[in-house]
């Protein structure tokens, strides 16, 4: 294996990465201020991922399309908060409780998508662009796409936590919340906008992941394991860790996966992706069971 096919597995594990830490920072906040280890978090990502490929495939711009599945995405995260996770939280339902509530409803997802639009793989309506040269490196165009829209929502989720009133109460709330309280903040408003922000880079993610394999009902939820890996991995409820994270899990995950298929090492082939990040979590849970980072907004 040369240098250039070395650069082609990190570009792509850069790609996975970036989609795998949208839907991470959405995970870990969720986690961080709501103490709620979510498993259908994955299944809102496919769902975004359908919604704007229903959008999309009937005529409207691919950008829009991904704008509408978000919105829809941030309403179903809300309606759940609503109907599901508050009452539970109202009743002190433990947090085994909430983790199983979070399966069954991820599994109501799922089988929805499937009942409504079926069981097979779907792409959407897009314009072919030819791959592009970076240095001696081919890389398809919408995977760079894919890297660049992944650093502007970064950006801007580190904008709204450090610069923005919501951010810092957001912040607050996640390292004390009866104090946060105590001091005015409004805690169900604070919870509304991090199921927004949740659901916005989820839906993100999803159709990113969309744009460079296609969509298929059970996406989501084998791309859960690497989510909760990234998360580990970069300190449970610290975003930036779980950006961290994910792009190690993604690069791990791809140049592995080519490197055992290059000289056919048992074990190591792209079927075992989520082996390599169900190892990696493992091995930090073992050394080092807080996370490389401080667990904190």
Do not use: C
Request: proline content about 3%; hydrophobic content about 60%; overall charge positive.
């Amino acid at each position: 294996m040369d240098v250039q096919q070395i650069a082609q597995l990190f570009v792509n594990g850069i790609a996975v990465g970036s989609i795998i830490a949208l839907a991470a920072v959405g995970l870990t906040l969720t986690y961080g201020i709501l103490r709620l280890a979510n498993f259908a978090h994955g299944d809102f990502m496919t769902l975004g991922a359908y919604l704007a490929w229903v959008v999309n495939t009937s005529g409207v711009n691919i950008w829009l399309a991904l704008i509408f599945g978000a919105i829809v995405t941030v309403a179903g995260m809300v309606l759940s908060e609503k109907l599901l996770w508050s009452p539970m939280r109202d009743r002190r339902a433990t947090s085994t409780t909430l983790m199983i509530l979070s399966i069954g409803l991820a599994l109501f997802i799922r089988n929805g998508i499937i009942f409504i639009w079926g069981g097979s793989n779907q792409s959407y309506a897009l314009p072919v662009a030819e791959a592009i040269d970076i240095f001696g490196v081919r890389v398809a165009f919408y995977r760079i796409v894919v890297v660049i829209l992944a650093i502007l929502a970064i950006v801007a989720l580190h904008l709204l936590l450090q610069n923005t009133k919501i951010g810092k109460a957001m912040r607050a709330v996640a390292d004390n919340v009866d104090l946060a309280r105590v001091t005015g903040i409004n805690v169900d408003r604070v919870v509304i906008w991090t199921w927004a922000i949740a659901g916005i880079l989820t839906a993100l993610g999803g159709g990113m992941y969309g744009l460079i394999t296609g969509i298929r009902p059970n996406m989501g939820w084998f791309l859960i394991l690497p989510m909760f890996a990234s998360v580990i991995l970069g300190g449970i409820g610290n975003p930036y860790g779980a950006i961290a994270g994910a792009f190690v899990i993604g690069i791990a995950q791809e140049v592995t996966a080519g490197i055992g298929q290059q000289f056919n090492i048992p074990f190591l082939g792209p079927e075992y992706k989520l082996a390599v990040a169900l190892a990696i979590m493992v091995i930090v849970l073992l050394v080092r069971p807080q996370g490389l980072f401080k667990g904190t907004l």
